[in-house]
């Protein structure tokens, strides 16, 4: 199944600052997935990042928020913007990987002060 | 809406011990159900995948059983150990979106 590296691991930002995350995949795939999971919840999906088109956000997501690069089949970001308190939460990309279910990169943990 | 579930929500047991999670869904239109594992502040570790097709899957001391009919799925640890405290989180592809669960949180107390 596919590997994926994301970084950083974590990071402490101020509020009013953005921050990006990346997601490098060892194989091409179609579909990225970035997800949220804040503190004690369980994952909700912010988008679908498609290459060669913009991505399909869900309910609550918004492009101006959570803008989202796919400048190729092995490559995506996420940036969290203008972070306020209640945006620290854990980040996930993943990746669906046919008959072996979907594979996550190892998380980023974002606290905003 | 797909609706997922994990029972219990938290779960503390002597190592040695075997023990069972559970996972139900409301929709049993769905391609599979994957297992995961997740450590605090980290990623998910994929554990187990059961196809729609199928009953079981084993992996080492995991087993994971799929009843797609009654919307229910369990998670087998035999012989526990302080190792697998983590988070176990049971998630379904519906095809057009991938549903998790609550999750469950173990601790194994040597």
Same mark, same amino acid.
Request: charged share 15%; with cysteine.
């Given at each position: 199944? @596919?590997?994926?590296? +994301?970084?950083?691991? =974590?990071?402490?930002?101020?509020?009013?600052?953005?921050?990006?995350? +990346?997601?490098?995949?060892?194989?091409?795939?179609?579909?990225?997935?970035?997800?949220? +999971?804040?503190?004690?919840?369980?994952?909700?999906?912010? @988008?679908?990042?498609? +290459?060669?088109?913009?991505?399909?956000?869900?309910?609550?997501?918004?492009?101006?928020?959570?803008?989202?690069? =796919?400048?190729?089949?092995?490559?995506?970001?996420?940036?969290?913007?203008?972070?306020?308190?209640?945006?620290?939460?854990?980040?996930?990309?993943?990746?669906?990987?046919?008959?072996?279910?979907?594979?996550?990169?190892?998380?980023? =943990?974002?606290?905003?002060? | 809406?797909?609706?997922?579930?994990?029972?219990?929500? #938290?779960?503390?047991?002597?190592?040695?011990?075997? %023990?069972?999670?559970?996972?139900?869904?409301?929709?049993?239109?769905?391609?599979?159900?994957?297992?995961?594992?997740?450590?605090?502040?980290?990623?998910?570790?994929? %554990?187990?995948?059961?196809?729609?097709? /199928?009953?079981?899957?084993?992996?080492?001391?995991?087993?994971?059983?799929?009843?797609?009919?009654?919307?229910?799925?369990?998670?087998?640890?035999?012989?526990?150990?302080?190792?697998?405290? #983590?988070?176990?989180?049971?998630?379904?592809?519906?095809?057009? /979106?991938?549903?998790?669960?609550?999750?469950?949180?173990?601790?194994?107390?040597?």
């Amino acid at each position: 199944s @596919a590997v994926i590296s +994301q970084k950083p691991s =974590r990071d402490i930002c101020q509020r009013g600052t953005s921050l990006t995350i +990346q997601c490098q995949v060892d194989s091409q795939v179609t579909m990225m997935f970035w997800y949220r +999971q804040q503190p004690g919840q369980s994952l909700t999906l912010i @988008a679908t990042a498609n +290459q060669g088109s913009e991505a399909t956000y869900e309910s609550g997501f918004v492009i101006d928020k959570f803008p989202i690069s =796919r400048p190729n089949l092995t490559f995506s970001t996420l940036t969290v913007s203008n972070m306020s308190p209640e945006d620290s939460s854990i980040y996930l990309c993943s990746v669906g990987t046919g008959s072996y279910g979907y594979t996550f990169g190892s998380g980023t =943990r974002l606290t905003v002060v | 809406k797909q609706e997922v579930t994990q029972i219990p929500a #938290a779960l503390s047991v002597p190592e040695g011990e075997n %023990l069972v999670l559970n996972c139900s869904f409301t929709d049993s239109a769905i391609y599979n159900l994957q297992w995961f594992r997740q450590d605090p502040g980290k990623g998910l570790t994929s %554990l187990l995948l059961i196809q729609s097709s /199928q009953r079981e899957q084993t992996s080492g001391r995991l087993n994971a059983s799929l009843d797609k009919s009654s919307g229910r799925s369990t998670l087998y640890i035999a012989a526990s150990q302080p190792g697998d405290s #983590a988070t176990y989180l049971c998630a379904v592809d519906a095809g057009n /979106q991938f549903y998790f669960g609550t999750g469950t949180s173990l601790t194994v107390i040597p």
